[in-house]
């Protein structure tokens, strides 16, 4: 099984701010990593498909990097609308595994 | 796009649940599905992968045994069949879309809105 670190588990951040959350495989997946985004009450939604890859109707703010063992989904430019969960899934094999997540809260 | 999940409900230690998914605005036998759920407090928990065609399925470690994924193309419904239930199992159960259709699997990207499992004496 694939364990996915993902890091850090809260931060919290100004409007206008740039942050990084990281994703660590515990063996090589190729860029089979997908990242969502989780407000409360609300069902997930993809934001970044294979690492890198944008999905449409996000904006641009947001970027997927990566490949192999460590990935990182950056936003550029923080909105209060930003304000939710993170996950990191990474889909190379079964079971699929999701990282632990990341609460973003805006300040 | 919609995925509408059914069946949740408070169910004591031990007992089943049948969870459904009502599919609509895609081809539904084209593309592979998932469940998924969040535990109150905790993160997301892949739990079960059904192909297109329903012949590869895969299961978490976590319900291996207990659960049975499956699906009615003619229906464009998805089955989650729970046994022997837990506390541990209490959770939102999402129902969610592979990425692409056919062979192969990309994650997800449509989910539903979830249907809460209560386990629970």
């Known amino acids: 099984e694939t364990t996915l670190t993902q890091s850090p588990a809260f931060m919290s951040a100004a409007p206008g701010d740039k942050v990084i959350i990281s994703c660590t495989a515990s063996?090589?997946?190729?860029?089979?990593v997908n990242w969502y985004r989780q407000k409360p009450g609300e069902a997930p939604i993809l934001i970044i498909e294979?690492?890198?890859t944008l999905v449409a109707g996000i904006p641009p703010r947001f970027s997927g990097s990566g490949f192999g063992t460590d990935f990182s989904l950056t936003i550029d430019n923080i909105e209060s609308e930003d304000a939710a969960y993170y996950f990191c899934?990474?889909?190379?094999?079964?079971?699929?595994?999701f990282g632990q997540g990341t609460k973003l809260e805006i300040k | 796009v919609q995925l509408v999940e059914s069946g949740g409900g408070v169910v004591q230690p031990g007992r089943s649940l049948r969870l459904s998914c009502a599919a609509s605005?895609?081809?539904?036998?084209?593309?592979?599905m998932h469940w998924v759920r969040r535990a109150p407090g905790k993160g997301l928990e892949w739990v079960a992968f059904?192909?297109?065609?329903?012949?590869?399925?895969y299961y978490a470690g976590s319900v291996k045994g207990r659960f049975t994924i499956s699906r009615d193309n003619s229906k464009n419904t998805l089955y989650l069949q729970m046994n022997s239930l837990r506390a541990e199992d209490t959770a939102v159960y999402y129902c969610?879309?592979?990425?692409?259709?056919?062979?192969?699997?990309?994650?997800?990207?449509?989910w539903g809105q979830g249907t809460t499992v209560t386990v629970s004496s």
């Open positions: 899934l990474q889909h190379d094999n079964f079971p699929f595994t």
């Open positions: 294979e690492a890198t």
């Open positions: 059904i192909s297109f065609h329903g012949q590869d399925i």
């Open positions: 969610a879309k592979d990425l692409y259709r056919g062979d192969g699997y990309y994650g997800m990207d449509v």
């Open positions: 063996q090589d997946i190729d860029n089979d």
């Open positions: 605005g895609f081809n539904f036998n084209t593309y592979a």
